[in-house]
């Protein structure tokens, strides 16, 4: 079956921009999870949705970040005036109730 | 704060040659443990996962693990790598009490397999 997608892939943007990341998760899956891969932080997590409870928001880096799951499955990561210390690639991952994540390919954002 | 070290950020060697990377990790409690890798140009897979039981793990191509709670370790190993085991390997723990479903990572270690 189909995994995590995510788009866009790539996503570069200027200095102050908002942008909007895209998740798709396997379906069926109640838990879905964003972090963040960049150099020399290695990957972080930043929040994380299960089923019909309050996400966890405990990871996010600012009040610039924010995201939603609608109807329980697709996911949108927003980041408000970007800066450039939120380049990174942002993963997203789907979980099945067994502890076990499954990510997707990650959106790689570039702020100029 | 827990965190999680992976012991090498770099490692070469040469096919047919063992590998084994270390992982520890700080939280006293109860841990989920698991081992991802990322080829290059693809994402993230898991490997292996412990929760409980056998502490010796056996994953996916060849790859095992094992939990030394005593030492706060949980190791990875293959006793004979391909060229095709070139990619970077992360550590990631998961408390089971209020850290429920997050994963903390270690910082990777990029592995190199010469032919």
């Known amino acids: 079956g189909a995994g995590v997608s995510q788009s866009p892939s790539n996503k570069v943007t200027e200095k102050g921009k908002d942008v909007e990341l895209r998740c798709d998760p396997i379906s069926g899956h109640t838990a879905l999870y964003w972090y963040r891969q960049s150099l020399g932080q290695g990957l972080e997590f930043l929040i994380y949705f299960q089923g019909n409870s309050a996400p966890d928001k405990s990871g996010l880096p600012s009040d610039r970040f924010s995201a939603e799951r609608t109807g329980g499955s697709v996911s949108t990561l927003t980041i408000q005036r970007t800066q450039q210390e939120d380049s990174a690639v942002y993963l997203c991952?789907?979980?099945?109730?067994?502890?076990?994540?499954?990510f997707g390919p990650g959106t790689r954002l570039t702020v100029l | 704060a827990q965190s999680v070290s992976q012991h090498n950020h770099h490692v070469i060697l040469s096919e047919a040659a063992s590998l084994e990377l270390g992982c520890n990790y700080s939280?006293?409690?109860?841990?989920?443990l698991f081992w991802y890798v990322q080829y290059p140009g693809q994402h993230l897979q898991l490997l292996l996962k412990y929760f409980s039981g056998d502490p010796l793990v056996k994953g996916i191509k060849g790859f095992e693990a094992e939990f030394i709670k005593s030492k706060f370790s949980f190791n990875l190993r293959k006793p004979s790598v391909q060229w095709s085991d070139t990619a970077e390997y992360f550590c990631?723990?998961?408390?089971?009490?209020?850290?429920?479903?997050?994963?903390?990572f270690g910082a990777g270690t990029q592995v190199v397999v010469t032919p």
């Open positions: 939280y006293g409690g109860t841990v989920n």
């Open positions: 990631a723990v998961e408390k089971t009490t209020d850290s429920w479903g997050k994963l903390q």
């Open positions: 991952a789907s979980g099945n109730g067994y502890n076990e994540q499954f």
